[in-house]
């Protein structure tokens, strides 16, 4: 059983360890394979990655564009998931059942066209907003995972604020959006994750603007490169780059992250 | 009459931009595909309204069906790989066990990483001629020549790999969340009546377990039918077709792709391939749903 685990944790581990050791080797370690950890540490290919290989730009793009769709989604979700919640509306029964079968319909690239469309119409194709807005409209997770966290606040209190006067929008805003604080988090770890690792869509969005690239699609990339078998060293530190955010934040997160994931599939 | 107006007013405001973004953006799409898949539209010039002739053309496409089948190859090989390996890790954390955090944590730390990153690490570890496999395999003896991991041979096995990798965490914390639902005097009164270890998984943990199973393995088998994207960045569907897997060769049919690719872009004809995609994916899952429900009522 040990054996198991162990065999497993290993298996798990080996491509992780392979990508940071492999980030502090020579080009020519790399060419010849072999040893499990570098010779001598290179910290240049970090620097050579970072400058060179432009890997900057892609992690501000990347920062840029899950930032924003992190609070882009915990807006858009959370509003409509607290009307959703509260209030009865006409066609409510409807959204929710459409909201629904979002998380379940995908007919995968084929809505990327006509996405990638409507954003070249709307002139948002040479930005990100494009992707960030395409990223934002796949909300109703977030909604739905919100909307739990929504009945466990009490509706007296709403009530109760507004007997005292105070309006709609400030209730929800200076209120209940604070009390929801733990559960914006969660959601917004879910968001934020989606987002940074997200491949298809700014690869499509970036296909004629290199400088627009987010660190998936700048370092997949890199592998059509005409010299791409000499740059391995630094494919490695640029996912090194790209990884260690989301495994920072994994680990601070950890309890977190295991268990809500868990809770999900308990409905 | 004012109250109802002004309460009409704050709803709208606050589910509008939810709206607009799902009109836009997820409907919208979809009824531009049901629209495109019977005109010849190239995503340039002209939309030529020709009936049914995607369809005709998609029933003579072995491209097509060749990537049908290798989707079957790649989604049954990592369910097969995946759901017995996350059970086993599920069943064995449940135990109270020194560290069981801790490999929680490894085991599922795969998925917090991002699919297209990692897949261009596994693309230098299974390179034929320096990866760090083939070093590590011929450094033990236990190969004699470096195998071409990314060849037309073992280049699905590859994939395969891949995606058990980054899977199997998901589906054990699954699995783990549904055997936490078992109350765990089941297994005290089992234990009392003798019952071995293997006694109680078969009777107990397996029974119990079937409802949560049952909708862990839908999800698993959706995924895994949808997934494409660690096989466009390590084999871009080659070598020879290999691993063309039906959303990739749908990718291809809709975005300029590199060259060297025998599928050219056609809007129209994808809109007609998406739509038959999404069908078998769909009757795949609602099959198993019947199935398995049958099974239920058996038991």
């Known amino acids: ?267 | 009459m004012n109250i109802k107006r002004k309460r009409f007013g704050e709803n709208s405001l606050f589910l509008l931009p939810s709206i607009v973004l799902t009109l836009a953006l997820g409907i919208y799409p979809l009824l531009w595909m049901l629209r495109y898949m019977f005109y010849d539209y190239a995503g340039y010039g002209e939309a030529l309204f020709i009936g049914l002739d995607n369809f005709r053309r998609l029933a003579r496409d072995s491209m097509f069906w060749e990537s049908v089948g290798n989707t079957f190859i790649y989604a049954g090989g990592k369910l097969l790989l995946t759901l017995p390996i996350s059970l086993l890790l599920a069943v064995i954390l449940n135990g109270r066990l020194r560290g069981s955090n801790l490999l929680r944590g490894i085991y599922f730390m795969p998925t917090v990483i991002s699919t297209a990153v990692i897949s261009v690490v596994f693309y230098n570890i299974f390179n034929s001629y320096n990866g760090m496999v083939n070093t590590l395999l011929l450094k033990l003896h236990l190969i004699s020549q470096p195998v071409d991991w990314l060849g037309p041979k073992y280049a699905m096995l590859t994939v395969i790999l891949v995606a058990v990798w980054g899977a199997v965490g998901n589906y054990m914390l699954l699995f783990l969340a549904g055997l936490q639902s078992i109350p765990q005097d089941l297994y005290e009164s089992a234990a009392i009546d003798g019952a071995n270890a293997g006694k109680r998984f078969w009777h107990i943990t397996l029974p119990m377990l079937a409802p949560v199973a049952q909708m862990v393995i839908m999800l698993a088998i959706i995924a895994s039918l949808k997934g494409y994207e660690s096989i466009m960045v390590i084999t871009e569907g080659g070598p020879i077709g290999k691993t063309e897997v039906m959303y990739l060769y749908l990718y291809k049919l809709l975005f300029p792709v590199s060259t060297g690719s025998p599928v050219t872009q056609q809007l129209g004809y994808g809109s007609a391939v998406g739509f038959a995609t999404a069908l078998i994916v769909g009757g795949i899952t609602g099959l198993y749903f019947f199935l398995s429900r049958k099974m239920n009522k058996v038991y």
């Not at chain 1, 929710?96 to 954003?119: C, E, H, N, W």
């Not at chain 1, 009390?179 to 988090?185: A, E, F, K, S, Y």
Request: proline share 4%.
């Open chain 1, 1 to 267: 059983m040990w054996l198991f685990l162990l065999v497993t944790a290993l298996l798990t581990l080996f491509p992780l360890v392979m990508t940071v050791s492999g980030s502090f080797k020579t080009g020519a370690e790399m060419m010849t394979g072999g040893s499990l950890l570098p010779a001598k540490l290179q910290f240049a290919n970090y620097a050579e990655a970072w400058k060179q290989a432009n890997f900057a730009r892609y992690t501000w793009n990347s920062a840029f564009v899950s930032i924003m769709v992190t609070a882009g989604t915990l807006l858009v979700a959370s509003m409509a998931a607290y009307v959703a919640d509260r209030r009865d509306f006409p066609g409510k029964s409807l959204y929710v059942t459409v909201q629904a079968s979002m998380m379940f319909i995908s007919v995968g690239a084929i809505v990327l066209r006509p996405q990638f469309d409507l954003m070249v119409a709307l002139h948002l194709n040479t930005t990100l907003w494009g992707v960030i807005l395409i990223l934002i409209s796949a909300h109703s997770s977030t909604f739905f995972m919100l909307q739990g966290f929504f009945k466990a606040i009490p509706r007296e209190l709403d009530e109760a604020a507004m007997v005292d006067g105070s309006g709609f929008i400030r209730t929800f805003f200076r209120i209940i959006l604070p009390l929801l604080t733990p559960g914006l988090g969660v959601a917004g770890l879910f968001a934020f994750r989606h987002s940074w690792n997200e491949y298809i869509l700014p690869l499509v969005f970036t296909m004629t603007s290199p400088k627009l690239q987010t660190l998936t699609v700048g370092l997949a990339n890199l592998r059509y490169g005409s010299s791409a078998a000499m740059q391995i060293h630094l494919m490695m530190a640029g996912a090194c780059l790209s990884i260690l955010p989301m495994l920072l934040a994994y680990i601070l997160a950890n309890k977190t992250f295991i268990q809500v994931t868990a809770g999900s599939v308990k409905g």
